[in-house]
């Protein structure tokens, strides 16, 4: 059950009449409050039982704690039938009722543009990704949290407050969109993941005719996206990192858990979360959890090296977050601080800088590495990408990191070899 309180933001001075806020906290740390408009100075207040107290300087007491009493059983009730429809208390359900308690606005219709996707929102802890059959991740999740409050500001500071509707979103504002979205210095594909957030939540409305305008289909709203400057990490410095003493326990498992991702070309979902009971015969066997697919992956000798290590199994997952903190200090500690150049589109101008490599690893860079290592090594794209699980060649080409020169060489010992099966002439 939520807690509902009611309470004061200051509560000095006391003798000045102040608005009494309905404060509720549910979840784990989610908290929502609302300006009921009704003052009391505080030292007239109750604050066992959160309601004025019966004194003659305060002649609207009773009018006071009535309304009180009405927005805290208001409250009750809309608590009891959100759960009876099975759903849970999130921010925007709770804004909701503020909002219709305090008369700012209407019951929800379910036809809005807002109303759509504030219950999608709710809905996305227990929503299926129709792929892989699985609840979809809480990167998801938040993407789709981030999306909805850049919106939010959008209509606030471009559209003075006037919140959009379906037949709102044509070619026209999805360039005052963008534009809006480059003003605030984001990049290119940071844009591109909001823009197809957007789209997701006008597919589902079309599919279940609660959307009727199809402008978001037209080639004019497209999803902006650049080829990223991503690094990966050769065979040389894959090594240097397997090779280091680090001081202490914390950095040693992250470098241990980023050469697992770079000897087996798994995401960072399943390489920090595969078991003992994931090794079948000397090989690992992993159901993906982004996709679906199952792939298995051979041991080398730094992965054998680290399932020793850990007696039989594998290091303890990290969160993400901290992961990419930390690998960053395991690779400036081992050497990898070479200045390289990174390129980037962000608030619609391109923005190049020189940084040490260490400052671009992030956790993707082992399937990365992992991918450009096995084709520079000449390992069929077809056997390479039975691993990493990508479909088509031109999605698993968007991996590998190989410079111009190393294409080159690549060409040419190809053709070194295919000389050397030639009969020569006699």
């Known amino acids: 059950m939520a807690n509902l309180t009611f309470k004061f933001r200051k509560l000095n001075p006391q003798t000045v009449p102040q608005f009494v806020y309905m404060v509720v906290r549910f979840g784990r740390n989610d908290k929502v409050m609302c300006n009921t408009i009704l003052k009391v100075a505080p030292k007239y207040w109750n604050f066992e039982r959160m309601r004025v107290r019966k004194v003659v300087e305060v002649p609207m007491r009773e009018h006071i704690n009535n309304r009180l009493d009405e927005l805290a059983a208001a409250f009750s009730a809309f608590e009891v039938e959100i759960k009876g429809r099975g759903q849970r208390l999130t921010r925007y359900n709770v804004e909701d009722f503020f909002a219709q308690a305090m008369g700012k606005r209407a019951a929800s219709t379910g036809s809005k543009f807002h109303d759509f996707v504030r219950e999608y929102i709710e809905r996305n802890p227990t929503r299926i990704n129709p792929r892989t059959g699985q609840i979809i991740s809480e990167k998801t999740q938040l993407e789709h949290a981030r999306t909805y409050t850049l919106i939010q500001q959008f209509e606030k500071e471009q559209r003075k407050g006037q919140l959009l509707d379906f037949e709102d979103i044509t070619v026209q504002l999805y360039n005052e969109f963008l534009s809006y979205l480059q003003g605030r210095g984001l990049a290119t594909n940071t844009i591109g993941h909001k823009v197809q957030t957007l789209i997701t939540w006008l597919n589902e409305a079309t599919t279940i005719g609660i959307n009727t305008n199809l402008q978001y289909k037209s080639p004019y709203f497209k999803v902006p996206a650049e080829a990223a400057d991503t690094v990966y990490l050769n065979k040389e410095e894959l090594q240097r990192l397997a090779d280091i003493d680090l001081p202490n326990e914390r950095l040693s498992r992250t470098r241990d858990l980023f050469l697992i991702g770079a000897c087996t070309g798994l995401r960072f979902s399943d ?9 079948r015969d000397g090989l690992i066997h992993v159901r993906q959890q982004k996709t679906g697919g199952d792939v298995v992956v051979p041991f080398n000798d730094i992965v054998r090296a680290i399932w020793m290590k850990y007696n039989g199994a594998f290091p303890p997952p990290i969160s993400n977050q901290k992961f990419n903190a930390y690998i960053k200090e395991v690779c400036e500690l081992a050497g990898i601080t070479e200045e390289v150049e990174n390129n980037q589109t962000k608030g619609g101008a391109r923005v190049r800088k020189i940084v040490p490599k260490y400052m671009l690893i992030t956790s993707h860079t082992a399937r990365r590495s992992f991918a450009t290592n096995a084709y520079l090594d000449g390992v069929s794209p077809i056997s390479i990408m039975s691993i990493t699980g ?37």
């Open 390 to 426: 990508h479909k088509t060649e031109a999605q698993f080409m968007k991996y590998v990191r190989a410079t111009a020169e190393q294409h080159a060489r690549k060409l040419q010992a190809f053709w070194d070899s295919a000389a050397d099966d030639v009969e020569p002439s006699k």
């Open 271 to 279: 390489f920090t979360t595969i078991t003992a009971a994931n090794v």
